[in-house]
C-alpha cells in the first residue's frame, strides 16, 4: 500500500497599491501537517491554515484534515460605491491524498465545510472524491452565491474486487478560497476530511462480508456489501472495516411486519451472525462506533 500527499496554504493582503503577500505554505508526504500563513496591512489582514495526519500501514491507511481562511478588508469601496483600486484581501487552503492499493481493500471517505460571507462568488469551499463503483469522481462544492453555503458528502467502496470498474486508489482532494467582493468586509471558510483504506482479502470460500455502506445504511442492502451474494446470514461473518462511525438499520424493510397478534409496527428483529468483527478504524481500534438499530422499542440491538 502507497500513500501519497500534499498540504497548502496562502494568504494576501492589498491596500491602495500596497501588498504583503508573504511566502506560502505547503508540505509533500508529511504524517503531521499543521500551516498557516498570515498577511497584514493598515485596514485588512488574511489568514489561510491546514492541518492533516497520516497514517499508514503495510495493510491500511488512514487520514483526517482540516482547513480554514478567514479574510478582512475595511476599505474595499470608496465613499461613491466604487472599488478602491489594488484593495482586497484573499486566501486559500488545500489537501489532497491518494491511497493505493494492489490487494483487495475497502475504502471510506468523508467531507464537510461551510462559507461565511456574503459576496458574489466570492468564496468556496470544495472536494472531489475518486471513485465510485463506475470508477466516476464525486464533486462537492459550497459557495457564497448559488450554490448553497455548505457542502457534506462521502463515499466508500472496494478497490481491486475483481470487476473492470474497480478502482486501485482511493483520492481525496479538498480545499477553500476566499475573496472580497467591493463592499464585501469579511470572508471565513472552513472544512474537514477524512479517508480510511484498509486490505479486507476475500476469503475463499467468500463467507466473509465487508460492509461497504457508509456512515448509514440498511443491513439488508445488498450493495452495502462486498462482494456480491449479501447480506451476510447466519452462516457468514460480518467485517466493519470503515473509519469513523458507522449507523446500520437492522430491521428495514421488517419494521412494519405483522406480529403474531395480527397488528403492525415496529416488531423485533434478530440477525444471526457466526462471527462479527468489528474494528471501525484499523490502525485506531479504540476510535470508531458501531451503532446497530433494530425497530424495536424495547429489545435494543445489543
Same mark, same amino acid.
Do not use: K, Y
Given at each position: ?42 485596514? #485588512?489582514? =488574511?489568514?489561510?491554515? $491546514?492541518? +492533516? @495526519? ?5 495493510? /491500511?491507511? &488512514?487520514?483526517?484534515?482540516? !482547513? ?50 456574503? #459576496?458574489? =462568488?466570492?468564496?468556496? $469551499?470544495? +472536494? @472531489? ?5 463506475? /470508477?466516476? &469522481?464525486?464533486?462537492?462544492? !459550497? ?73 448509514? !445504511? ?85
Amino acid at each position: 500500500m502507497t500513500v501519497s500527499s500534499e498540504a497548502e496554504a496562502f494568504a494576501d493582503v492589498a491596500t491602495e497599491g500596497q501588498f504583503d503577500s508573504p511566502p506560502p505554505f505547503s508540505a509533500t508526504d508529511q504524517p503531521n501537517v499543521d500551516g498557516s500563513v498570515h498577511a497584514e496591512l493598515e485596514g #485588512g489582514r =488574511a489568514d489561510g491554515a $491546514v492541518q +492533516a @495526519t497520516v497514517t499508514a500501514s503495510p495493510t /491500511g491507511a &488512514s487520514a483526517t484534515a482540516s !482547513g480554514t481562511t478567514d479574510i478582512e478588508h475595511c476599505c474595499t469601496e470608496d465613499e461613491d460605491g466604487e472599488p478602491n483600486p489594488q484593495t482586497g484581501a484573499g486566501a486559500g487552503n488545500g489537501f489532497t491524498i491518494s491511497i493505493c492499493s494492489d490487494q483487495r481493500a475497502t475504502f471510506t471517505m468523508s467531507v464537510s465545510g461551510n462559507v461565511q460571507a456574503s #459576496g458574489d =462568488a466570492s468564496t468556496n $469551499v470544495f +472536494a @472531489t472524491l475518486c471513485c465510485d463503483a463506475n /470508477g466516476d &469522481s464525486v464533486d462537492l462544492e !459550497g459557495e457564497d452565491s448559488n450554490l448553497g453555503t455548505g457542502m457534506g458528502g462521502g463515499l466508500s467502496g472496494v478497490l481491486n474486487d475483481d470487476t473492470d470498474e474497480s478502482p486501485s486508489c482511493a483520492s481525496l482532494a479538498i480545499g477553500g478560497s476566499s475573496s472580497l467582493d467591493t463592499g464585501q468586509p469579511t470572508s471565513v471558510t472552513q472544512w474537514s476530511a477524512s479517508v480510511s483504506v484498509v486490505e479486507t482479502p476475500e476469503p475463499p470460500d467468500a463467507d466473509e462480508f465487508v460492509w461497504i455502506g457508509g456512515t448509514s !445504511g440498511a443491513f439488508t442492502d445488498e450493495d452495502n456489501w462486498s462482494p456480491a451474494g449479501g447480506p451476510p446470514d447466519s452462516s457468514d461473518t460480518a467485517l466493519f472495516t470503515q473509519g469513523s462511525q458507522a449507523t446500520v438499520d437492522l430491521g428495514s424493510a421488517n419494521a412494519t411486519a405483522r406480529a403474531a397478534d395480527g397488528s403492525r409496527g415496529p416488531q423485533p428483529v434478530e440477525r444471526l451472525l457466526e462471527r462479527t468483527r468489528v474494528n471501525l478504524d484499523p490502525l485506531r481500534p479504540d476510535a470508531g462506533v458501531l451503532r446497530l438499530l433494530s425497530p424495536a422499542l424495547d429489545d435494543p440491538s445489543l
